[in-house]
């Protein structure tokens, strides 16, 4: 018995020690898998492409920053990622396409909230808009995280890097510096 307590002792002690020395990572790429993309019939363009109010759910692979550099698809053609390696964990994206949609090659073309499941059970929730644009950044709130992104930031900055050759989207998403999203503070403390 009083082996069992003095080892929950320790163990409540260590534990804040080992979450606090372990800086979580706030730089990430995400590929879509193209054949997890999944939206409504209708309403659709003339091209196909999903119009103003189409619903649509997709996933993905989350990387380290970097990996998608120069093109490089994250992502084979049978769906399975290119470098299961370096797999970080699942991306889940769930909301509607607006204004030109699909067709857009500018502005907002989604409403979405995003979810980054960690291979290590971690969670980053983030809601808002989705530019059409490649290589501008979009600020979106983060609306949810636990384990070591809980209380990581505020706000996450999310920059479309392109298609891959599936036509799946690949971003990238940075959690600001702390100087950096206080600018972008959406409630006062």
Not at 11 to 19: E, G, M, N, R
């Amino acid at each position: 018995m009083m082996k069992s307590v003095f080892l929950g002792a320790v163990f409540a002690l260590a534990t804040p020690w080992a979450a606090m020395a372990a800086e979580p990572i706030t730089r990430f790429d995400v590929a879509e898998d193209h054949t997890r993309f999944a939206f409504a019939p209708a309403p659709v363009h003339e091209s196909g492409m999903p119009a103003h109010g189409n619903p649509f759910v997709t996933q993905g692979y989350i990387y380290p920053a970097g990996t998608l550099k120069d093109g490089m698809d994250g992502v084979l053609a049978d769906g399975s990622p290119a470098f299961p390696e370096l797999v970080l964990g699942t991306w889940t994206c769930d909301g509607w396409f607006v204004d030109e949609g699909g067709d857009a090659t500018t502005g907002v073309w989604l409403v979405s909230r995003q979810i980054l499941q960690f291979t290590s059970g971690d969670v980053i929730i983030t809601q808002g808009t989705e530019l059409a644009d490649v290589g501008v950044a979009n600020i979106r709130p983060i609306t949810g995280a636990t384990g070591a992104f809980d209380g990581a930031g505020e706000v996450m900055e999310q920059t479309l890097l392109g298609f891959n050759t599936h036509m799946g989207v690949q971003t990238r998403l940075v959690i600001p510096e702390d100087d950096y999203a206080a600018q972008y503070r959406f409630f006062e403390d």
